[in-house]
């Protein structure tokens, strides 16, 4: 059972990833692609979620690895990576992906400081990829 309040949205044109929805909530969109009907482009579809505060980056990728695979999905696949390495290189793909659109809407919401004097210590490499 998915634990995030996640939705399927469709829209005519384009949609922000990022939409300010005041109060400190913020929208986030993701996987937005073109929605095909009949062969033609409707709009387009995307995953949408809101958060009451900027999320982190572990929460972030979490909600949207969930979007397709289950914690028993993951586990099953993981387990049997050996086995089926193809369904476990399709996961690591998809995984890999959330991880890389996570931090490209992380940055929309919270963009870098245009100097060093304004930038806040960042976490490391290896601490960033094991979230």
Known sequence: MN????SRG???AGVPQVEIAGNDLFILR?????????????????YGCTFK?????????????????????????????DSKPEEFAAYNEFAVACKREAR?????????????????????DSEAENE
């Open 3 to 6: 634990e995030f309040e996640v």
């Open 10 to 12: 469709y829209a005519a």
């Open 30 to 46: 993701w996987g937005i692609e073109n929605n095909i009907v009949d062969g033609e482009v409707q709009g387009v579809k995307f």
């Open 53 to 81: 505060g900027i999320p982190a980056f572990g929460v972030l990728v979490d909600m949207m690895i969930r979007c397709q695979y289950s914690i028993s999905d993951e586990l099953a696949i993981l387990r049997q990576r």
């Open 104 to 124: 490209e809407l992380l940055g929309l919401v919270n963009p870098a400081p245009e100097s060093e004097a304004e930038a806040a210590p960042a976490e490391s």
